[in-house]
C-alpha cells in the first residue's frame, strides 16, 4: 500500500475558502489524525479524498495512482460518517454487507464475511438486528465493520468518537489504534481533540485557518510546535515576548537566555518565548541556574493531579504545573531547561 | 417518589374547551352524514321530489352497471392523475430538498400560493388556454410551429393535465418532510461502497422514502376522486367522474336519494382508503 500524496489542493465554496492549497504525503499503514478547531477545513479535507467533493484545485495521487481522476464509487476507500450514515432500511449484517453485494458476492460469502466483521468489532451474533436497535457505540462499530468489509485501501474516520460519551471514547480510542495495527490499513482519523490525536495518532496534521500548520508525530508536534497556531492549539503554553540579541540569545522580562535560535532570525527580531506549564520549576530562594526569572505568585489553583500556579514576572503571567507548597503573595523564582522553550516568530 | 398528579389535571377547563370543536363536528359533519345516509334510503317521486321510505332502489341503481363503469373510470382517473402527478413531484421535491434552505423557501411559497386558487379558477384557465379562439394554439401558430389554432379541451388529456396541475402541491407538500430528513450522507456513504449514483438511489433513497411515496400516492389518488369540476368543464361525458353523475343526479336530474347512494358510495371508498394510508404511516414506525 503506497503513500497518499495531496498535491497543493484547495477548495472553495462560493466565496467561502475551506482549504487553501494543502500539499501532504502520508505514510502508509499508519495512523494520522487531522487536528484542528471546528472550521478549519479537516471534513472538506477527508471528503476530498473519498471523492465527495471535487477540489477547486491540485490533485490527489495514491503511489502512482491519480485518484482524484477516479470517481468516487470506484476509488475503494472506507469511510464512517460523522453520523454513522447507517441504513435504516437494512439489518445489520446487510448493512455491512451492503458493498460486497453491490460488487455481486454471493448471499453465503456476504453473511460470512458480515459474521468476520462482527467478530472483528467485538459485535458477534447481531447481524440480525435492527439498526434503531443499536446503542451509540454499537451503530459507530457497525460503522466501521461496514466500511472494512471491502478491505479498503484507504479508512477514513470523520470525528468518529465525538457522539460517544467520554469512558466509552476514551475506551474507543485504544480499541481504533489496535485495530488499526492488526490490519495494517492506512487510516486517516478527523478530530479536534488533541488528547485524542495524541493517545492514537502516528502522525498528526495539524490544521488551522484553512492550512496545514504542521504535520509530525506527536511528541514533536508537542514538544517542537512550528509555530505560534500550533503552539497554541496543542495543550497550554506560555508565550514570552522577547528580543532576538545574537545568534543564540534572547531577552525576555528583563533577563537573558541563551537558547538555541532557527538561523533565520535577526538580530533584534520580536519573538516568542514558548514555554510549558510542566517545564517551568519554582523555587523560593534564588536557585544556581543560568535561566531564571524572579516574580510573585498570584493565584494556586489545585487541578487534582497537579497544581497550577500562576505566577507575575515583570507585568506578565506564566503558568507553572507541579506540586508545590507555596502560597498567594509568596516571591518565588523561576527557571527552566533552555532545551525546552522553543522560539516562535511572532 | 409519588406524583399523585400525574395524568390528572386538577383544572377542568381543558375538557371544556374540548366542547366547542366537538359541537362543530356534530353540526358541520356528523349531521348532514346521517342526512345523507337516511337520503339514500328514501324513496324517489316522480316529478315531485321524495318522500321519507326505507328502499334500497338507489342502491339497487347505483350498482347498475353503468354506475359501476363510472365508478370503475373515477377510479382509474384518479390512479392516473395520482401517479403522474408522482412522477412529476418525486424528483422535484427531492432536488428541492437538496436546495439550501434558503433557496427551498420561494418555491415552497409559490406551491402554497397555488393551493389557495380554486378549482373554479384553476379549471377555467386551462379551458382558457386549450381553447381554439384564445389558446396556446394560438401562440403556437404565431411561432409557426402550428398550422391552425386547435381546440385541446374538453379532452380526457386538458382533465389529466388540470388535476395533475392542482394536486401537485398537495403531493410536494405531502412529500416534503420526509425527503428533507432523508440523510445525504446515506447516499454518500453507498457512494463510498461502490453504488454508482443510480444505484444508490434505487438501494437507498427509494427503499427510505417508499412509505412517503405511496401515502402521497393514495392522498391524491383520494383528492381527484372528490374533484366535481376540473372533470366536468375538462373532460367528456364519458371522462366524468363519479362526483359529476352526483351532481348531474342531484341537480338536474332531481335525483336527491340516487346522488346520496352514490355519495354514500364515494364517501366509503374515500374513507376506505384514508384508513389504508393511517396503517401505512403507522407500521412505518
Ligand atoms: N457544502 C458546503 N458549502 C459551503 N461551505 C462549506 C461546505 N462544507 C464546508 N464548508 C465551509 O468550509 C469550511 C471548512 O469546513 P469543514 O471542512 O467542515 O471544517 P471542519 O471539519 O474542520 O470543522 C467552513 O468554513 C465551512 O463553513
Ligand atoms: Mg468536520
Same mark, same amino acid.
Given at each position: 500500500?503506497?503513500?497518499?500524496i495531496i ?14 492549497d ?6 502508509e ?6 487536528l484542528?478547531p471546528s472550521g478549519c477545513?479537516?471534513?472538506t479535507?477527508?471528503?476530498?479524498i473519498a ?19 477516479i470517481?468516487?464509487?470506484?476509488r ?10 447507517l441504513?435504516p432500511?437494512?439489518?445489520v449484517?446487510n ?5 460486497l453485494?453491490?460488487?455481486?458476492v454471493?448471499k453465503l460469502?456476504r453473511l ?6 462482527l467478530e ?6 447481531l447481524?440480525k ?8 457505540g454499537?451503530?459507530?462499530?457497525i ?6 468489509a ?6 477514513l474516520?470523520d470525528?468518529p ?10 475506551a ?7 485495530l488499526?495495527?492488526?490490519l495494517?490499513?492506512t487510516?486517516?482519523v478527523v ?11 502516528d ?8 492550512r ?7 511528541l ?8 505560534r ?14 528580543l532576538?540579541?545574537?545568534?543564540q540569545?534572547?531577552?525576555a ?6 537558547i538555541?535560535?532557527p538561523?533565520?532570525l535577526k538580530v ?13 520549576q ?7 541556574k ?39 503573595g509568596?516571591?518565588?523564582w ?6 525546552d522553550a522553543?522560539?516562535?516568530e511572532? | 417518589?409519588?406524583?399523585?398528579s400525574?395524568?390528572?389535571p386538577?383544572?377542568?377547563?381543558p375538557?371544556?374547551?374540548l366542547?366547542?370543536p366537538?359541537i ?7 349531521v ?5 345516509f ?5 324513496k324517489r ?9 326505507f328502499v ?7 350498482f ?19 401517479f403522474?402527478?408522482l ?9 428541492l ?10 418555491y415552497?411559497?409559490?406551491?402554497i400560493?397555488?393551493?389557495s386558487?380554486?378549482e373554479?379558477i384553476?379549471?377555467?384557465s386551462?379551458?382558457?388556454l386549450?381553447?381554439?379562439t384564445?389558446?396556446?394554439?394560438n401562440?403556437?401558430?404565431a ?8 381546440s385541446?379541451?374538453?379532452?380526457f388529456? =386538458? @382533465? /389529466? ?6 394536486? +401537485?402541491? #398537495?403531493a410536494?407538500?405531502? %412529500?416534503?418532510? *420526509?425527503l428533507?430528513?432523508l ?6 456513504a ?8 443510480i ?21 391524491v389518488f383520494?383528492?381527484?376522486l ?7 368543464v ?22 336527491m ?5 352514490? =355519495? @354514500? /358510495?364515494?364517501l366509503?371508498?374515500?374513507?376506505? +382508503?384514508? #384508513?389504508?394510508t393511517?396503517? %401505512?404511516?403507522r *407500521?412505518?414506525?
Amino acid at each position: 500500500m503506497p503513500n497518499l500524496i495531496i498535491q497543493a489542493i484547495s477548495k472553495r465554496f462560493g466565496q467561502t475558502v475551506a482549504l487553501e492549497d494543502v500539499s501532504l504525503t502520508l505514510p502508509e499503514a499508519k495512523l494520522i489524525c487531522f487536528l484542528g478547531p471546528s472550521g478549519c477545513g479537516k471534513t472538506t479535507l477527508l471528503r476530498l479524498i473519498a471523492g465527495l467533493e471535487q477540489a477547486s484545485s491540485g490533485k490527489i495521487f495514491l503511489g502512482e495512482t491519480e485518484l482524484s481522476a477516479i470517481a468516487a464509487h470506484k476509488r475503494n476507500i472506507g469511510m464512517v460518517f460523522q453520523s454513522f450514515a447507517l441504513f435504516p432500511h437494512l439489518n445489520v449484517a446487510n448493512n455491512i454487507a451492503y458493498g460486497l453485494k453491490i460488487r455481486g458476492v454471493d448471499k453465503l460469502t456476504r453473511l460470512k464475511r458480515a459474521e468476520e466483521l462482527l467478530e472483528l468489532v467485538q459485535l458477534s451474533g447481531l447481524g440480525k438486528r435492527h439498526i434503531s436497535q443499536l446503542s451509540g457505540g454499537q451503530r459507530q462499530r457497525i460503522a466501521m465493520a461496514r466500511a472494512l468489509a471491502l478491505e479498503p485501501d484507504l479508512f477514513l474516520l470523520d470525528e468518529p468518537l465525538s457522539a460517544l460519551d467520554a469512558k466509552l471514547r476514551e475506551a474507543m480510542q485504544v480499541e481504533l489504534k489496535l485495530l488499526q495495527q492488526r490490519l495494517g490499513i492506512t487510516t486517516i482519523v478527523v478530530t479536534h481533540d488533541q488528547q485524542e490525536a495524541m493517545t492514537m495518532a502516528d502522525v498528526i496534521v495539524v490544521m488551522g485557518e484553512n492550512r496545514v500548520q504542521q504535520i509530525g508525530a506527536p511528541l514533536e508536534i508537542y514538544h517542537k510546535p512550528k509555530n505560534r497556531f500550533v503552539a497554541d492549539f496543542i495543550g497550554s503554553n506560555n508565550f514570552i515576548p522577547a528580543l532576538v540579541k545574537d545568534t543564540q540569545s534572547v531577552s525576555a522580562l528583563g533577563s537573558i537566555f541563551e537558547i538555541a535560535l532557527p538561523k533565520s532570525l535577526k538580530v533584534g527580531a520580536q519573538v516568542a518565548l514558548s514555554i510549558r506549564p510542566e517545564k517551568l520549576q519554582l523555587y523560593s530562594s534564588e536557585p544556581p541556574k543560568s535561566s531564571k526569572l524572579a516574580g510573585t505568585i498570584k493565584f494556586i489553583r489545585d487541578l487534582g493531579s497537579t497544581v497550577e500556579t500562576f505566577v507575575e514576572v515583570a507585568g506578565h503571567e506564566l503558568s507553572v504545573k507541579g506540586i508545590q507548597h507555596l502560597a498567594t503573595g509568596d516571591k518565588v523564582w523561576l527557571s527552566f531547561d533552555p532545551a525546552d522553550a522553543v522560539i516562535l516568530e511572532v | 417518589m409519588n406524583h399523585p398528579s400525574y395524568g390528572k389535571p386538577k383544572n377542568r377547563w381543558p375538557y371544556f374547551l374540548l366542547t366547542y370543536p366537538a359541537i362543530m363536528i356534530l353540526l358541520l359533519f356528523f349531521v348532514p352524514l346521517c342526512i345523507m345516509f337516511a337520503l339514500s334510503f328514501f324513496k324517489r317521486i316522480q316529478s315531485a321530489f321524495f318522500e321519507p321510505a326505507f328502499v334500497f332502489e338507489n342502491y339497487v341503481r347505483a350498482f347498475s352497471t353503468f354506475f359501476l363503469q363510472r365508478i370503475g373510470v373515477s377510479l382509474w382517473v384518479a390512479a392516473v392523475a395520482a401517479f403522474i402527478c408522482l412522477l412529476i413531484a418525486f424528483p422535484f421535491t427531492f432536488f428541492l430538498s437538496r436546495l439550501r434552505r434558503s433557496r427551498q423557501v420561494p418555491y415552497l411559497v409559490l406551491l402554497i400560493s397555488i393551493l389557495s386558487l380554486s378549482e373554479v379558477i384553476i379549471a377555467f384557465s386551462w379551458s382558457l388556454l386549450l381553447s381554439k379562439t384564445s389558446g396556446i394554439s394560438n401562440l403556437l401558430v404565431a411561432l409557426k410551429l402550428l398550422d391552425a389554432p386547435v381546440s385541446w379541451a374538453p379532452g380526457f388529456v =386538458a @382533465m /389529466l393535465s388540470a388535476l395533475v396541475y392542482i394536486s +401537485l402541491p #398537495l403531493a410536494i407538500i405531502v %412529500l416534503y418532510p *420526509s425527503l428533507s430528513r432523508l440523510d445525504v450522507s446515506l447516499t454518500e456513504a453507498a457512494t463510498t461502497l461502490g453504488a454508482s449514483p443510480i444505484v444508490s438511489f434505487f438501494n437507498v433513497v427509494l427503499p427510505n422514502v417508499r412509505q412517503a411515496l405511496l401515502t402521497t400516492f393514495i392522498l391524491v389518488f383520494i383528492f381527484v376522486l372528490g374533484s366535481y369540476l376540473i372533470p366536468q368543464v375538462l373532460g367528456r361525458p364519458e371522462h366524468w367522474t363519479l362526483p359529476v353523475h352526483i351532481t348531474d343526479q342531484a341537480l338536474l336530474k332531481s335525483n336527491m336519494p340516487l346522488a346520496a347512494a352514490l =355519495a @354514500m /358510495l364515494l364517501l366509503i371508498a374515500s374513507a376506505g +382508503l384514508s #384508513l389504508l394510508t393511517l396503517r %401505512l404511516g403507522r *407500521s412505518q414506525l
